[in-house]
Each structure stands twice: as C-alpha cells, then as structure tokens.
C-alpha cells in the first residue's frame, strides 16, 4: 500500500483573510444523491463500491486539480490528519463502506464519495469569504450535475440521507474567535456574557452557534461556528444572505467588547497574553485543549497589538499542525499521549520562536 | 512620628549560606522573663511600660550594635515590613501595650521586649548555621544575664509564660526546601510522598515539622520549618544535638529524590522549572500564594541547573520583597489587593531580567 504522505494538501488556514481579527475561516458544503443509487444506508452488497468508481472517475473529468484518494487505501494515521486538514469529515474517516474523497492540491475544494450522503461537496477559505466560495461551490456543482443525475423532488428540492439537510444541502459557516464576548466578567461585576446575547440573537435568525467541539456555552479556545440551519423552502442565496446579514454586527460586537475590555481591564488582558506567550514557547509539555486556550489568547494579543512578535497566520498553523494526527504523521510513527504532549510544546516552542522577528 | 524608614536591618537572606539547596535558614531563639516582673498575661497598670523602658536600656549597653524601635512609634506598614523580614513575630506586631524590638544593622539578630515572654531573643543565618547561631545568641543571653535575674527555677529551668518552652526556652529550627519529597507522584504511580516519612520520622526523634505558615501536608512552596519540640528536661546542646543528628539524613533524602525524579521524571521536571520562569518574567499580576509556588519550582530549577540565569539568594530575597508590607513600603502608601498584585508582578519581572546575565 503506497503511502501518499508528500501529496497532502497545503493547510489554506496559512493564507491572510479578511476580518480574520474576528473570522477565522469560512466553509460551504452541499449535500448530493446520486438518482439510480440508493441511500447509503440502504446501500445493497457492492454498491457502495460501484458508486465510489463511478463518483472518483467524474470527479477527475470535472476538474482535474482534484486528486482523488481512497479512504480504505491509506493508513489510519493518514486519514487522521486529512481529517485534521477539514479535508473529510469525522463520520468519513470512522465509516467502513468503500468512500473516499477529491481534493485540490491548495486544501480548500473537498468532495467526500460515500459520506452521509453520496456526495459532499466542501469549500473553505481563510477569514470571511462567503461570495467566493459560494462561486466556486456553484461551479463545482454545475459541472457535476451535467453528469449524474442528482435525487431532486421538485416539492422539496435535494433529496438527502439526513431531513435536516433536505432542500438546498447547503450549509454555510463561518468560525469565530470571540474571546471577549466570551470573556467571563471578573467576580462582582454582574455583566453579562456577550455570547450569550449572541446565542439568543443568532436563534432568532435561525443561525446555529457552536463550539469548535460542541456546543457548550464557553467553546474550547472561544471559537464559535456560525452556521445556517434551514436548508428547506429557503433558497442558498437567502441562506447565505441570513449568514451574511448577521455577522457584521457580530463582528462589530465583537471588536467592541475587545475594545471595552482592554481599556477597562488592561492589566487582566496583558496578564493572561503575556502567560499565554510565557507558557507557549516555555513549557516542556502540554496537552491540546491547554494549547488551544493558550493559543486563543494570544490570538487575542496580537489583535490588540500586545505582541507583535507573532502572526495570524502562524497561530492558525499551529492549532491543525499541534493536532495528534500531524503530530503523528510528522514523527512517522504512533506517539502516546505523553509522548505526543512533550512533541506538541516542542513544536509550539520551536514555530514561536521560529517566528519571532 | 519619624519614620526611620531609612534604617531597615538588612536582608540577610540575600547571603548564601551552608547547604542553601535544600536547607533556606537556620533560626534559634530563647524565651525570657524578668524577676520582680508579672508576666505579660497578668502585668499591672503601667508595668509592661516600665519593663519596655527597662530592658531597652540595658540592650544598649550588651550590645551597641543594636538599635531599638519602639513598635508603638512607627507606622503599621513599617511594622509589617519588620515582620516580613523576621524582625518581629506575628503576635508581637498585633499586640497592644508597650513592646519594641532591638535588632543588629544586618538583621541576623534581634530582641523583642513584652512579646509573648519578656524577652524573646533570635538570631539567623543563611543556609545550616546552627553553630555559630548557638555561639552567638549564647553569648547574647550571658550577656544580659549578667545585667537581669531571670525567671528560673532549679527543678524546670527557665520559666515562660507558655509551658512548652518552660525548661531551656530555646527554640532551634531550620527552614527547608523540599520540593523533591513533597512532589505528588503523578496519578497510577503509587510511590509515598517522602515528605510524610518525614514527618513520621521527625515525630519519633520528638522534632516537629511545619509549613511555613501553618501544618498542612503539602506546605506553600515546599518550605518546611524542623524545629525541635522538648524544652523540658533537656540541654540546649542535647536540643540542637536532636536536629542536627535528624538534618543530614533529611538533606540527603531530599538530594537522593531529586536526582531520581531528574532522572525518571525529566520532562515533567523540566515543564515546571519552565513554566515557572515564564510566568513569572511574563505575568502582569500575581498573587503571593502563585508567586511563591512559582518562586519555589525555580529554586528547584536552579538546584537542578535547570536554570542558570538566577541565583538561589536573588530568590530569597524577592520571597521576602514581594510580599505586602514590603510592596507598600516600597511604593510609599497603602496598595489595594489588586494594586499590589500588578506591583508584585512587575518587581518579579524586573528583579529576574535584571539578575539574567
């Protein structure tokens, strides 16, 4: 089994974007079902494998920047780190049917064969870029569409395995890194979250807001996705318009409580900055969720111009490539979870310091 | 009011000293009252003045190295700082009749009048000095003996106003730093803290061991005073005999764990040492508890050659200078908690980078 370890795609999370102060990344993917082949759930012996035949062949006629690789061919090591990369999804990676995925060789055009739904067509881009990627979704799309026929009912529009995401198949997200609006008040001071106000404000919108892992009121490392939830009787312009209606006074929300604290609290956000960088390029050890608070912090610092010493960009490398499956994938063999919390702050240490100008 | 600010003993702290890894100080003081006196508990109107004036007189003429402060003639914040460099007890600053101290320019010996007895005489010294701390506070008591009858009887000795010093008087204690002993084995490791074999051990040889401020298991920082318990029916020599046959074996206990924690352990050692430069040249606020763990790794870290950009009597000396009296003295006025975490973290910050060479 040939290991194509050299050919991963590029991490996009690398490239500027814009209002990345607040937006971190933004994602479309749309469902799809192919007319003439049942839902995978109910797909007969041997299906799955002629459906994957018959998707990764037209992938390549469609564009031929994508590279296709079957998920069954590759070591699980690998498929942890394209899983790490948004490349596929956790339920792909976890699946045993015959599936794989398409991708550029840039990182941000995705198509998973044998998902949820036979495809998923995924694009991502750095800070807010909803209008590009929406072009280039609706590209894909297109092409696709003149070679396969899509499971299409004129009353409800995609068909998909899941109702929920039935209509359009189009989510649209955007992550967020809100760490003042999460940013607890100190004891005595009755103010309220800010994302709590935005929780209640997005529902109203019918936008969803979750953790980067989840869905508790404070995310690991304050970052939020943002997404649409209704994919039925709205068209993908109204989705994405809800998305992009609400957001800029998210943003605004956002820069302004960041403001508010820093003048208000100056010395409590220096401290933990200045910890986060201490603590970041010092310690010997550090598991993930201890380095995402930190790293999140210091996202913070250098968008307050506390620390100058550091971009974005780094940041934004560090929390895919500090993820075990890169960690990992780096050292060429399995790595224990101590051993991987001693790599992971070698790492941290050395791409800070790295960076340091 | 002056204030003889000016005239502050000095930090003798700031010495190296004999075995300094492990052993911080060595203290001995003898508990005295005076004959034709009540005791502090039950003196009449006027008395405890009449005393004060006394002894403060004849303190001049056994020693002219010594000066005297009333405590009643100087301000609370000044008193506080008197306290935090061993100068006077506690209680001595929270009494209320007349009392004072006498203490030598270098702060290694002082006399405190109407404390709990009515004289409680001490001296210091870096490091393990018993020694020469038992020559010289000797000399000191025949000194004074010579110019007071003191309170004795010939079937229990010196009398005190405490029964647990009745006998001799004499307290004798070292201040250790045992970070090795004290070390929690991380979960699943089922290895004994040595820290409670210590203090089994030093039950049996009639020794007591506490934190530095109080008697907790784990003390703050890791310092553990050894001080001798029996004052009754025992010699001064047999009393400091009792430590100093214990000391060796404690020292050498400590040395052994840490080399084999160096050596089994060296990532989780090395995370500490590091992370506790780091917060501690980094944070913008921090509290005295935090300081003094952090304080405690470093001195570790040094001991280890770990770390070689700060010298183990640059750390004593900010455990004394960080601390509240010491702060507000320095700034001039009264610092609100929150002040005088900002204030302490920027003089850590400044004593580290001014000590790295």
């Excluded at 795609?9 to 799809?32: C, K, T």
């Excluded at 807010?128 to 297109?142: C, F, P, Q, T, V």
Aim: hydrophobic share 35%.
């Amino acid at each position: 089994m040939s290991e194509p370890a050299a050919e991963l795609p590029s991490l996009w999370l690398l490239e500027p974007g814009p209002e990345q102060d607040v937006v971190v990344s933004s994602r479309m993917r749309l469902a799809r079902n192919i007319d003439g082949y049942h839902f995978r759930s109910r797909f007969r012996e041997g299906e799955a494998l002629k459906l994957e035949q018959h998707l990764s062949g037209l992938l390549g006629e469609v564009d031929q920047g994508l590279r296709y690789v079957s998920l069954e061919s590759i070591t699980p090591a690998l498929r942890e780190v394209l899983f790490e990369r948004h490349v596929v999804s956790h339920e792909h990676v976890a699946g045993s049917q015959p599936r794989g995925v398409a991708f550029s060789e840039d990182g941000t055009t995705s198509v998973m064969i044998n998902e949820e739904d036979h495809l998923r067509l995924q694009v991502f881009g750095s800070g807010l870029d909803l209008e590009s990627l929406g072009n280039k979704i609706g590209a894909l799309d297109r092409s696709l569409s003149e070679r396969v026929t899509y499971c299409f009912a004129p009353r409800f529009g995609y068909l998909t395995s899941c109702p929920t995401n039935t209509g359009t198949g189009l989510r649209v997200s955007v992550m967020l890194h809100l760490p003042a609006l999460a940013f607890k008040p100190e004891e005595g001071k009755p103010i309220e979250q800010g994302i709590i106000k935005v929780h209640n404000a997005a529902q109203k919108l019918g936008l969803a807001v979750r953790g980067m892992h989840g869905e508790s009121s404070r995310a690991e490392g304050d970052f939020y996705q943002l997404s649409n939830q209704v994919t039925l009787g709205r068209s993908p312009e109204q989705a994405v318009e809800d998305l992009q209606s609400a957001l800029p006074q998210v943003i605004s929300y956002e820069r302004q409580m960041r403001d508010i604290l820093f003048k208000d609290d100056r010395p409590r956000i220096e401290d933990i900055v200045w910890r986060a960088w201490a603590t970041l390029t010092h310690a010997r050890r550090m598991a993930s969720a201890e380095a995402l608070s930190h790293l999140s912090s210091l996202r913070l610092g250098v968008c307050l111009e506390i620390i100058d010493s550091v971009t974005i960009p780094t940041l934004h490398g560090l929390m895919v490539s500090m993820r075990p499956g890169h960690l990992q994938h780096k050292a060429g063999r399995e790595l224990q979870p101590q051993e991987r919390d001693v790599v992971r702050a070698d790492l941290i240490r050395d791409t800070l310091s790295r960076d340091r100008c």
